[in-house]
């Protein structure tokens, strides 16, 4: 069981660093059909499954012009509280 967990911990983590990735990427601008265009779809689609249950919930914050999506940041808490619990199995 403790080995299944610590899988699932390491999963847990990778998918964070995907989040954080698709975040940071989301603020540079790319040329359609480019490199970094298809890698940004690529995140997009494996991480908006999931953030997409807390954009329900939270709504962009308006910073001047800009909105600022919440929802990676509240992805990845929720996604550290389950590790932490797995790993204390």
Same mark, same amino acid.
């Given at each position: 069981m403790r080995v299944m967990a610590g899988y699932l911990a390491t999963a847990l983590w990778i998918y964070t660093w995907v989040i954080v990735a698709g975040a940071l990427l989301s603020w540079i601008p790319a040329s359609a059909g480019g490199t970094l265009d298809e890698l940004?779809? +690529?995140?997009?689609? !494996?991480?908006?499954?999931?953030? =997409?249950?807390?954009? $329900?919930?939270?709504?962009?914050?308006?910073?001047?012009?800009?909105?600022?999506?919440?929802?990676?940041? +509240?992805?990845?808490? !929720?996604?550290?509280?389950?590790? =932490?619990?797995?790993? $204390?199995?």
């Open positions: 940004k779809r +690529l995140l997009d689609r !494996v991480t908006e499954p999931y953030l =997409s249950i807390f954009r $329900r919930f939270l709504h962009s914050i308006r910073v001047g012009s800009i909105g600022l999506d919440l929802s990676p940041m +509240l992805g990845i808490i !929720v996604l550290y509280v389950a590790q =932490s619990a797995l790993l $204390r199995i």
